[in-house]
């Protein structure tokens, strides 16, 4: 599955770059990156780790064809680049942001009176 997905993000960014960036150049340099996020996927890394290091990785794919090409990329590369990072810092905010609504009262601990059985001092220390 993520052999066909780097062969089709290779295609697709051959297509979209100028020709002097090719699908030869493209491939080796996000080979890493799909890599990288199989295996993460293999070893089932939660979804939200699992959504912050693939997009970093891709994030400096993008920054290592920015290196080799000789014209510079368009900035809308620059632009999907960095959106799934964004996109992951946003909903990461926005989950700490409702969870922290519903701990704002914290729960009392319970007497030791309470407990059933018990007598309403606590046992006094014998000193040996």
Known sequence: MFFSLWLLASMLLDALTP?????YMIGPIIAPAAVITGLMYWLRVP????????????????????????KPL?????????????????????QHWRGSGRRSAPVPPKSITNLPASSDAMPSRRLL
Do not use: D, K, Q, R
């Not at 979804?47 to 000789?70: G, K, R």
């Not at 990072?85 to 926005?94: E, F, P, T």
């Open 47 to 70: 979804a939200l780790e699992f959504s912050l290091v693939s997009a970093a990785v891709w994030l400096v794919c993008e920054m290592a064809m920015e290196m080799i090409t000789p």
């Open 74 to 94: 368009s900035p809308l590369m620059a632009v999907a680049a960095i959106a799934p990072l964004l996109l992951a810092g946003i909903l990461l905010n926005v």
């Open 19 to 23: 020709p002097e960036l090719n699908f």
